[in-house]
C-alpha cells in the first residue's frame, strides 16, 4: 500500500460552549465559522484541492469514545478500505463500521494509547 494518510483531515475537540468557541475564534483569528466549524482549503503537492475541518464538540459529546481525551483527530486517507484490511493485519483495533455520506467514507480506529482516531476518504468537491 502506497500512501496510508496524506493528511489531517480535521481537528475536533471538546469545548464547554461550542458556539462561543466559533465566536471568539472568527473574531479574534478570523475563521471562517458556520454550523460545524470551519472548512480549511488548501492544495495537495498534486494541485488538487482538499480541506481540513476544525470543529469544537459539546462537552458531553460521545463521538470521541472510546478514548477519553477531549481532542479527537481526523486523518485523510486514499483508499480506506484497503488501509482498514492492512491495519486489521497488523492487530489494530477498528471501531465500528465504515460509514459513508455524500462527503466522504469514515472509519475509525484506536491508537497505541487507546486514542480513537477517526479516518476519512474524502470528497473534498461535496463542500463546494
Known amino acids: 500500500m502506497k500512501n496510508r494518510v496524506t493528511g ?9 460552549d ?5 465566536d471568539w475564534y472568527k473574531k479574534h483569528l478570523g475563521f471562517n465559522t458556520d454550523d460545524w466549524g470551519c472548512t480549511f482549503w488548501w492544495k495537495d503537492k498534486n494541485d488538487k484541492e482538499c480541506s481540513t475541518q476544525w470543529s469544537p464538540f459539546a462537552k458531553e459529546t460521545d463521538y470521541f469514545e472510546p478514548s477519553k481525551k477531549e481532542f479527537m483527530l481526523n486523518y485523510r486517507v486514499e ?10 493485519k497488523e492487530g489494530v483495533t477498528i471501531v465500528g463500521e465504515i460509514q459513508e455520506f455524500e462527503y466522504g467514507k469514515f472509519a475509525w480506529v484506536l491508537d497505541n494509547e487507546g486514542n480513537k482516531i477517526e ?5 473534498d468537491a461535496a463542500f463546494k
Open 79 to 88: 483508499n480506506l478500505v484497503e488501509l482498514l484490511a492492512e491495519l486489521k
Open 18 to 22: 461550542p458556539k462561543a468557541s466559533k
Open 8 to 16: 489531517i483531515g480535521g481537528l475536533f475537540f471538546k469545548s464547554d
Open 119 to 123: 479516518l476519512w476518504e474524502p470528497i
